[in-house]
T-cell receptor, first 113, second 113 residues
Framework: DTGVSQDPRHKITKRGQNVTFRCDPISEHNRLYWYRQTLGQGPEFLTYFQNEAQLEKSRLLSDRFSAERPKGSFSTLEIQRTEQGDSAMYLC???????????FGPGTRLLVL | AQSVTQLGSHVSVSEGALVLLRCNYSSSVPPYLFWYVQYPNQGLQLLLKYTTGATLVKGINGFEAEFKKSETSFHLTKPSAHMSDAAEYFCAVSPGGYSTLTFGKGTMLLVSP
């Protein structure tokens, strides 16, 4: 059990550029969640998958954001045409359907200049 | 809908003193409640959780929390603070457990020697 991993850990980009983050969940966890955490706030839910199906999306997930989990294993979160307001820590978590605990990765910190 | 309120964005204690971090929740269904800790530039680590059954739950590093339904509270305590406890603490609620988490804004615990 190697835990949830995220890549990259840090990303600096210019406004208007596209960025993509990757999350590898704990193996055999079929639920995967994305959260966003801004400075001074708690994490806020963005979206979650059960296997490859995206079951729920938050209103925070504008049409510039897209998430995929094509084979039910790793997931990617893409932000198109980044804005300065997208600067945040993006957290991934995973869980099994038989357990309620979500395990978090170290996060990807995005800075949009 | 769910919500979490954490009283006090910052709590300062002396090493060896009692730690008390407050959390009140709102949930339309029986809640599952969680406390997570976050160290700088890291993801969230689960401290403890309440699902059903015993209302006093014990977690890692000597922390415990008590679920009080009548007060809609789930306060986190530790009898004696240690310098290594300095971190940010988040309370979270999940409706029925197998769903997305709603977090409070967090409480930064500062421990002085």
């Amino acid at each position: 059990d190697t835990g949830v991993s995220q890549d990259p850990r840090h990303k600096i980009t210019k406004r208007g550029q596209n960025v993509t983050f990757r999350c590898d969940p704990i193996s055999e966890h079929n639920r995967l969640y994305w959260y966003r955490q801004t400075l001074g706030q708690g994490p806020e839910f963005l979206t979650y998958f059960q296997n490859e199906a995206q079951l729920e999306k938050s209103r925070l997930l504008s049409d510039r954001f897209s998430a995929e989990r094509p084979k039910g294993s790793f997931s990617t979160l893409e932000i198109q045409r980044t804005e300065q307001g997208d600067s945040a820590m993006y957290l991934c978590a995973s869980s099994s359907t038989s357990a309620e605990t979500q395990y978090f990765g170290p996060g990807t910190r995005l800075l949009v200049l | 809908a769910q919500s979490v309120t954490q009283l006090g964005s910052h709590v300062s204690v002396s090493e060896g003193a009692l730690v008390l971090l407050r959390c009140n929740y709102s949930s339309s269904v029986p809640p599952y409640l969680f406390w997570y800790v976050q160290y700088p530039n890291q993801g969230l680590q689960l401290l403890l959780k309440y699902t059903t059954g015993a209302t006093l739950v014990k977690g890692i590093n000597g922390f415990e929390a008590e679920f009080k339904k009548s007060e809609t509270s789930f306060h986190l305590t530790k009898p004696s603070a240690h310098m290594s406890d300095a971190a940010e603490y988040f309370c979270a609620v999940s409706p029925g457990g197998y769903s997305t988490l709603t977090f409070g804004k967090g409480t930064m615990l500062l421990v002085s020697p």
